[in-house]
């Protein structure tokens, strides 16, 4: 089915999210703007991430892992009860099935895995709500790797569970008292430690962000949604290929992986922000954590913070890659606000049986919209990655409904 729409026409198999150019460019975004020592230290993690890449055994030793420990392949669910309601073909790529109940842990186990193969004895991660600080941990104990988590000192008052969770897996969390004390200052000060630890000690970015290789190492080990969802549509889906491939942005690695195995296809991308964390349909231009691309920012260029129910959305701004595939108009930015996500998480609940992550009930809430509106026109089928599993949000949701 071929449809008119608003943006332009699929860039052809021209390497669109293959490699970055030189320096970790995508069109003019990403880079590697960090402190000299930094600087050496991305450079031995690109170097060695080259190496393992292209190595059948770390390949395999990874798919091992997220087959035993993470549960893959996770399924293509037919939304059936909920399809039939839009007038839409809708599957889910379950990501809220893996182990820890989120696709974090598919970048986690890569990190993790290169670290100990660059010698390193220890992770050091940031986290906002505690999600890709629970599943470094996770990963951590798996492979007897020392973590150290940075977290802000307000998160670690709204998330003492995750804060719990982390110190039963072993993990040191360290209280970051800084700037609005949230994920932005966490990051800021994993980086700053890094710089006194890089010889025993692996930075474990939770996304598709940072300075170069990051965006593109973390786009590579969530590849694995993508190119799985790729062969589950192509058996399940009448067309093979779905006309539309959904996910939620927050800085756009669930995302990313997804879209990196469609990227060849004629299947239009989608990228669904939260109204208060839009860094692709509203940010500008500006440099933050080692990298250049899209920022929420005052009329002084200083970067704002984000607003979401969502704490894995809440991120004010986006990968570079993401800057860069909305530049090209290869993939679309779209944003949703908290209540149509809590309408979408419990349309969900009860057509389906499925309670998702409220990042997660961000794309659907796009789904119903659009299909609502028409701009998803009836008959489309759809694949919306399901990122995350809806028990973390469980209070959060018992407070409003
Ligand atoms: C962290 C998180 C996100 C947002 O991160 P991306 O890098 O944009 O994928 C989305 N969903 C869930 C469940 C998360 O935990």
Redesign the pocket.
Known sequence: MRHLLPWREPVPPDGTMGEPRARGRFGEYGGRYAPESLVEACREVDEAFREAWVDPGFRGALARLLAVHAGRPTPLTPAGRLSEALGVQLYLKREDLTHTG???INNVLGQALLATRMGRRRLIAETGAG??GVATATAAALLGLEATVFMGERDIERQALNVFRMRMLGAEVIPVTTGSRTLKDATSEAMRHWVGATGDSHYCIG??VGPDPYPWMVREFQRVIGDEARGQCAAELPTGVPDYVVA????????AGTFAGFADTPARLVGVEAEGGAGAARGRLGVLHGCRSLFLQDDDGQITEAQSLAA??DYPGVGPEHAHLRDLGRARYVTVTDDEAIGAAVRLARTEGILP?L??AHALAWVIRAADTGDLPAGSTVLMTL??RGDKDVSTLKELL
Request: glycine fraction near 22%.
């Open positions: 989120s696709h974090k999600q890709h996304s598709v939620c942005v927050g800085g756009g690695s669930n995302a894995g959305l992550a990042e997660s990122s995350g």
